[in-house]
């Protein structure tokens, strides 16, 4: 019974291309979350989504596009992927933004 | 401006030593929440404590102990008869309003990395 889980847990792909990283939560939490973790394992908060509405919209690149179908999903989908996009990317989710944050298993993204 | 500094970037330790992760932060919010996480190497990161700022009791779990003093800013975290088990990346994160007062985000310490050697 897993309670944020993700998919992919690895993703190895080349520049260019375009890939999605899905997240599900059975926690009824209302909030929902994506980090970037970098090589050295620096945390930063992407966006967050309250009720199916982007609340936290973080300084990136238009090339990231989250999406909520439903208050269970966050699904994370980018566009042309680029060297410095090599990370692994956190989901989470919380009761409310006050709430504490419980993380998915994390997906390793490697762009050649 | 917000922000969690964690001072110790590597410690070492021996098994059964007693070890303490500092965590200082700044906030202008009167209402703030903090937070331990712990990152092991298989690279989950599993929750350890949370804490609002209104509650300054230490608290204990096992061998873990939380030290939270609004005073000097600080939740420090201390492991008592360490184990290698033990051997992590640990992370302190506050709770605060944005500068707008408005959405919470958790802001990150940089993470201290404990080895805790046979």
């Known amino acids: 019974d897993t309670a944020v889980s993700q998919t992919p847990k690895y993703l190895v792909t080349q520049m260019g291309n375009d890939k999605s990283i899905k997240c599900e939560q059975n926690?009824?939490?209302?909030?929902m979350y994506w980090y970037k973790q970098d090589s050295k394992k620096f945390l930063k908060i992407m966006f967050s989504y309250n009720n199916k509405e982007l609340i936290i919209n973080e300084t990136v690149p238009n090339r990231f596009s989250p999406k909520s179908p439903d208050k269970a999903h966050l699904n994370l989908h980018i566009n042309s992927l680029e060297l410095g996009d090599s990370a692994v990317y956190f989901c989470?989710?919380?009761?409310?933004?006050?709430?504490?944050?419980?993380f998915g298993p994390g997906t390793r993204l490697l762009v050649l | 401006a917000q922000k969690v500094t964690q001072a110790q970037t590597e410690i070492s330790v021996v098994e059964k030593e007693d070890v303490t992760l500092d965590c200082v932060y700044e906030?202008?919010?009167?209402?703030?929440?903090l937070f331990w996480y712990k990152q092991p190497p298989s690279g989950e990161l599993v929750f350890l404590i949370r804490r609002n700022s209104f509650d300054e009791q230490n608290e204990i779990s096992g061998r873990y102990s939380w030290n939270f003093q609004k005073s000097t800013s600080s939740f420090n975290f201390t492991i008592t008869a360490s184990q290698v088990v033990d051997s992590a990346v640990y992370f302190c994160a506050l709770s605060d309003r944005d500068n707008a007062g408005n959405n919470r985000k958790l802001i990150w310490g940089l993470g201290t990395s404990l080895a805790v050697n046979p």
């Open positions: 989470a989710s919380s009761q409310d933004p006050k709430e504490t944050q419980y």
């Open positions: 906030t202008r919010d009167t209402t703030y929440y």
């Open positions: 926690l009824g939490h209302d909030t």
